[in-house]
């Protein structure tokens, strides 16, 4: 075995945060308690804006990619052995601790999920981030109350990674999903998925009254910006919705009217630092939930060869479902 391994390393140049293939070896990794040999990770939103420049990395040179799984070859703590398949979600990765796209990942065993039973360690990165934070998100609501019988639950951006998933554990779990998308292209993948409406996502892109006519029962948006502030407008009374994405803006133009007219709940969810139950609990129910005919319909593997060329498109919409990136290609 080469005593080098390849990398995607993120460093500054001329003033700017710049990704590239560098060549590392085993020293050159951080000093962790637990060393893995990474088989896959994903492309997130995240990751494409770390890739491509923004400012996402908080320290430099910084290895990117915010998800892995792969196999423990050396650990300092007696709960993980050598041969132990492990995933890493969150945890700073690709931001303040070097992340999964390397052969080898240092990390903390403080981070280290199990690999469910249920799951090869591809399935695993087929869900990654975008699946775990939307079993999050569909967990926010139920723990709030949530009933498939409280009427339609709307998801935004429903053709990217968050949406896909969220859409498939909704519709296996009995509820009616509405899919809010900009791509009508995209219908027949997302009815595949159980989607049963679909609404444009210029209709929720536009500024509209503070209080709308009531229409779901529930949202998950990983959108914000105008996106978020309408869906609000548009939530029956005691309705909840789930936030856990920027995609659409920061900014939060809304409202206080549905808050305190119509009892409607805000729930944030963060996948990032959530705490070790709520991520054990959150893999457990996907586990349950989430058809693996309906995770095979939404993922495509690419090697770690592609992944730089991949990233602009992630940003740019271009990408449907989730994206595994295979890292020893």
């Not at 029956?236 to 549905?258: E, H, I, N, Q, R």
């Not at 991520?279 to 770690?304: I, Y």
Request: charged share 20%; glycine share 10%.
């Amino acid at each position: 075995m080469s005593d080098t391994f390849r990398a995607v390393v993120i460093e500054e140049v001329d003033g700017k945060p710049k990704a590239g293939f560098k060549e590392l070896t085993k020293k050159d990794l951080p000093q962790n308690d637990v060393l893995v040999e990474v088989a896959y990770s994903t492309l997130n939103y995240k990751d494409g804006l770390a890739l491509t420049g923004g400012r996402i990395a908080r320290k430099l040179p910084m290895v990117a990619g915010i998800d892995l799984a792969g196999t423990v070859v050396m650990s300092g703590n007696s709960d993980f052995k050598p041969g132990d398949k492990v995933i890493v979600n969150g945890y700073g990765l690709s931001e303040t601790q070097w992340g999964a796209y390397s052969r080898f990942a240092s990390v903390k065993s403080d981070w280290l999920v199990r690999l469910p039973e249920a799951f090869t360690m591809q399935e695993a990165m087929a869900i990654g981030t975008a699946g775990y934070t939307a079993m999050l998100c569909v967990m926010a609501l139920e723990d709030a109350g949530l009933s498939k019988d409280d009427g339609e639950v709307l998801v935004t951006g429903a053709a990217g990674g968050v949406g896909s998933v969220a859409i498939a554990i909704l519709a296996r779990k009995g509820y009616k999903v509405v899919a809010a998308t900009g791509r009508p292209e995209t219908h027949d993948y997302l009815a595949s998925l159980g989607a049963t409406g679909f609404v444009a996502r210029e209709d929720l892109a536009t500024k509209g009254a503070p209080m709308a006519k009531e229409r779901w029962a529930a949202a998950i948006d990983s959108v914000g910006g105008q996106t978020l502030a309408t869906v609000l407008s548009q939530v029956k009374y005691g309705g909840f919705v789930a936030a856990c994405g920027l995609a659409g803006g920061t900014d939060l133009p809304a409202s206080v009217f549905p808050f305190i007219l119509r009892n409607v709940s805000l729930l944030g969810v963060d996948s990032v630092m959530a705490p070790m139950h709520k991520r054990k609990r959150a893999w457990w129910q996907l586990a349950q939930d989430l058809p693996k005919g309906a995770l095979a319909k939404m993922t495509e593997v690419h090697p770690l060869s592609e992944v730089l060329e991949l990233a602009p498109k992630i940003l740019a919409g271009q990408i449907r479902g989730r994206v595994v990136i295979d890292v020893s290609k």
